[in-house]
């Protein structure tokens, strides 16, 4: 089994193709732009993929068949500690990457900033820099960013809230990031969120996915900070 990089799919892969015995089939479509249209349009793919079938595709978000064990990623950091590890045929206790995923909580609707928007149930927008204070602290969720415009979003993402969202603010500091040139440039950064019961982190990230695809579907473009680091 390969270890995780270059490719995070390629231990998934390995362990479906040593399941089987089958061949795999591979098509590609070129893309004009830069990679943030580029990851905008290959979560649309994903998130049409599954508002057709009700599910992610088979190893997307990290998942790996029942039955193998995903191999460690490949650093110089895991070197060093010991820690990189090769996978391959698992019967042990089921671990995280065998966890099942989340269907779409609803279509991929086009009311970006509505309190309904695909199927979830957002709270009202605060200012960002009050989130602290308008969050229940450990909150594990959704949340979205919004500028001076309301026909778009600056990011979508998920985690733990309000960390995760108020980390943005520090980037604004950072001389040359390219995210924080973003939200600076705006004269109001406001979130919503909505709480999601601890669900597992891949689950977390299919509904963060099925939201860029929204934006994508429906703006034509990633939310402007997305994908920037």
Known sequence: MPYRDPHTAAPALWALRHATEGEFEASYATVAGGSHTRKGLEALAIGLYRQEFGSSPTVQFGRVPDGYRASSPNNARLVAAGSRFRGGVYDGPPLAEHRIGAPPAGSLTPDIQSQSWCGHRWNSWVALSNARYAIPASTVGLYRIR???????????????????????????????????????????????????????????????????????????????????
Not at 173 to 189: K, N, P
């Open 147 to 229: 500028g001076d415009r309301d026909d778009i979003l600056l990011y979508i993402g998920q985690g733990v809230l309000p960390n995760r969202p108020l980390a943005h603010l520090a980037k604004i500091a950072a001389v040359g990031h390219a995210q924080g040139a973003i939200f600076a440039a705006q004269h109001r950064l406001e979130v919503s969120w909505v709480a999601k019961p601890q669900p597992p982190a891949n689950q977390l990230l299919e509904l963060e996915n099925d939201l860029i695809a929204a934006h994508m579907l429906h703006v034509n473009s990633a939310p402007a900070a997305q994908f920037k680091g």
